[in-house]
């Protein structure tokens, strides 16, 4: 399953807090269209770099890169500063 | 009857034990078992989900990596051109670390993760702050 939703807080100093949600589910579509527009040129491309004996297969590092993306699904970093005195919480659900 | 049973009753009849550890025995008989179906099972609950990092200290840090993370990067690490998996290498080793990335196949991510379960680092720095890496569910 890939992430849905990023989600960020900060609490500052003063103990006011901003919590953000991001719907990473709306970037998907996008993403996903874009790669099926970009696909045909990434495989000229890759064609190109085989004919020129560049060994840098294109097609695989980005559906790599996908699935690192896919995988990032459950992250969390918590970071409590007790100098600054604020606390940043960011959670990839 | 199965002999394990059998041998815990003729202990409670010798009076060798109580009916209370009699009965703690028996439970324990009954767990689901099977020696395989056993050992898949812990291999499956034992590989963990997580890396951990927690800082302590001064600040807090506290991180949880997916694993499959892990596994993505590795597998990404296949598609280094030679070339610059030669050039990896050779720096590697100038450093002194003597690894060869070309080693690392993606069918021994699979074991090496599950393996990382029983790892754990733990550093005391000077300035009080403790980290702590681990991997867990």
Partial sequence: MPPWIMHLRFVNQRGKGIGL?????LAWPILIALLILLLPLVCIAEIV??????????VSIIFGLLWLCVE??????????RRHQSNIRITIH | ???????????LAEGKISAQEAEELIDALGQPA???????????????KYMYVKVTG?????????????????RL??????????????????????FDLNNIKPED????????????????????????VFCGE
């Fill in chain 2, 109 to 132: 991510i699979d074991e090496l993760i599950r393996n990382l379960s029983d790892m754990e680092v733990n550093v005391d720095s000077k300035n009080g702050d403790h980290v702590k």
């Fill in chain 1, 49 to 58: 770099l085989r004919i020129c004996h560049v060994d840098l297969r294109l």
């Fill in chain 2, 77 to 98: 690490t296949s598609l280094i051109p030679k070339q610059a998996m030669d050039h990896i290498n050779s720096s590697m080793h100038e450093k002194g670390i003597s």
């Fill in chain 1, 21 to 25: 949600w991001l719907p990473i589910f």
């Fill in chain 2, 58 to 74: 001064n600040d807090t840090v506290d991180v949880r990596v997916p694993l499959g993370l892990l596994r993505a990067g590795m």
């Fill in chain 2, 1 to 11: 009857m199965n002999e394990e049973r059998k041998r815990i009753l003729k202990m």
């Fill in chain 1, 72 to 81: 990032m699904r459950g992250m969390r970093v918590v970071v409590n500063s």
């Fill in chain 2, 34 to 48: 099977g020696p395989a179906g056993d050992a898949g099972q812990s291999a499956k609950a034992k590989s963990p």
